[in-house]
């Protein structure tokens, strides 16, 4: 089985390969990504040489239709996992049009190279959606016995649903009401994969996850770029009141849950994703601070170092997920709750302070210095 893995040099995709490699030791996965600063392909170098032979890289840009084209005609590709995007909201409010570039038309060209190699004139190669079952039974039941599963799995978020107040959950019934560019765009890209469902039969499934942490995320993101600036003594930019809650989960759990989706989730269907972690910012913060004071033994590692800044325009005050369905749907739940998540990820980036030095440079250092004063 050949997986196509887009976006597999980023934080979530590469950690997905990880895992699935391991976990499917039969199958396939060939990665595309264009290595925008936010990939990298080094984040691989850890794959065993075993894995190595089942992992086949190629650098391109989901937007370049020729490009999936050739892919699809030169591997046989049963299912797409779509993890490409530009993935950070501050940058989506500074510059939004490549975000419609990537996170929409990149997923329609991604989507419409698989139908037309998976559509064939009897019906799906993937045969689990029951209308199109009937259609290729009716065409040619032979079809059958050549079936191979083939599924597209859109990795989109929580940003979606927009903002909740004090109590309440995402459940996938949550109308859509992105608020960020960046939400936009992932929810414009939800409607695309849907569409492609509803209009084509294509067999589909979407996930919203809520915010991921761990190994290899770009430190732009609040974990990653906390961690770096307090181990270096830098102001720790905490936007408003920094009571802004999120809900965290370990990204490796997300990996677990992107792999039942796909192997079990049913056509059509919208799984959210979320291990009732939710905390203030503020709180974050000065977790970070303390474990890595406790860590590193560096008194002056302390909250003088948080300068609370300008919010974020149109900032979204609380996210959280209710993950009912893909628990009792598909047997999924989170095995790393925050408080043991938090202290592996400050070990990993203590442990891989080089990784960080190669990843903040260029592009990424000339965005944040112009863009952010504190
Ligand atoms: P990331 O920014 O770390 O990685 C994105 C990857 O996509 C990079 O390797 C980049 O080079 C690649 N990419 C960007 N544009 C591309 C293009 N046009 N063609 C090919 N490759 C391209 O993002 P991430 O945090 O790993 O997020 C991955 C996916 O998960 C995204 O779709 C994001 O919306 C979603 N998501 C992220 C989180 C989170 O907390 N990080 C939570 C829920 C969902
Ligand atoms: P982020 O990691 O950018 O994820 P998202 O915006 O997709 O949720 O931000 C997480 C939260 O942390 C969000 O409420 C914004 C806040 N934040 C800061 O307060 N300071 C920062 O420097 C960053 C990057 C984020």
Redo the contacts with the bound molecule.
């Keep these: 089985m050949n997986i196509l893995v887009?976006?597999?040099?980023?934080?979530?995709?590469?950690n997905f390969v990880y895992y699935y490699l391991r976990k499917h030791p039969e199958r396939k996965i060939i990665g595309?990504?264009?290595?925008?600063y936010?990939?990298?392909i080094d984040n691989l170098s850890g794959l065993t040489e075993e894995e190595k032979k089942r992992f086949s890289f190629i650098k391109?840009?989901?937007?370049d239709a020729e490009l999936v084209e050739q892919i699809f005609n030169e591997h046989e590709i049963d299912g797409i996992i779509?993890?490409?995007?530009?993935?950070?909201v501050d940058r989506s409010i500074h510059d939004p049009q490549i975000f419609l570039?990537?996170?929409i038309l990149?997923t329609q060209i991604l989507l419409d190279a698989a139908k037309k190699h998976w559509q064939s004139e009897s019906g799906w190669k993937c045969l689990e959606d029951s209308n199109n079952l009937a259609k290729a039974q009716s065409s040619n039941p032979a079809n059958l016995q050549s079936c191979k599963p083939a599924k597209f799995l859109q990795?989109?978020?929580?940003?979606v649903y927009g903002a909740l107040g004090a109590s309440g959950f995402f459940t996938e019934k949550t109308p859509l009401d992105p608020h960020s560019p960046y939400s936009a765009s992932?929810a414009s890209a939800d409607l695309i994969v849907k569409a492609y469902h509803d209009t084509f039969g294509m067999p589909v499934n979407i996930t919203?996850?809520?915010?991921?942490?761990g190994p290899y995320?770009?430190p732009e993101?609040l974990i990653p770029l906390m961690i770096n600036n307090a181990l270096n003594h830098k102001p720790l930019p905490v936007y408003g009141d920094g009571r802004q809650i999120r809900d965290w989960l370990y990204v490796e759990d997300?990996c677990k849950a992107i792999d039942f989706v796909f192997e079990n989730g049913k056509s059509g269907e919208v799984y959210n994703i979320g291990g009732h972690n939710e905390r203030e910012n503020i709180y974050i913060v000065k977790k970070i601070i303390e474990i890595l004071r406790e860590k590193t033994g560096d008194g002056e590692l302390n909250e003088s170092l948080i300068k609370h800044v300008t919010d974020r325009l149109g900032h979204d005050r609380r996210y959280g997920i209710d993950p009912t369905k893909i628990t009792q749907e598909l047997g999924w739940k989170p095995s790393i709750m925050f408080d043991e998540g938090i202290e592996m990820t400050i070990d990993w980036y203590l442990n891989n302070s080089e990784w960080v030095e190669s990843v903040i440079s260029g592009e990424y250092l000339v965005f944040y210095n112009k863009n952010y004063k504190i």
Aim: net charge neutral; aromatic share 8%; proline share 0%.
């Design positions: 887009t976006g597999c040099a980023g934080f979530i995709g590469s595309l990504d264009n290595l925008t936010a990939g990298n391109g840009n989901i937007c779509n993890f490409a995007a530009e993935s950070h570039k990537t996170n990149g990795i989109s978020t929580d940003e992932k919203r996850c809520s915010n991921n942490y995320q770009f993101k997300h």
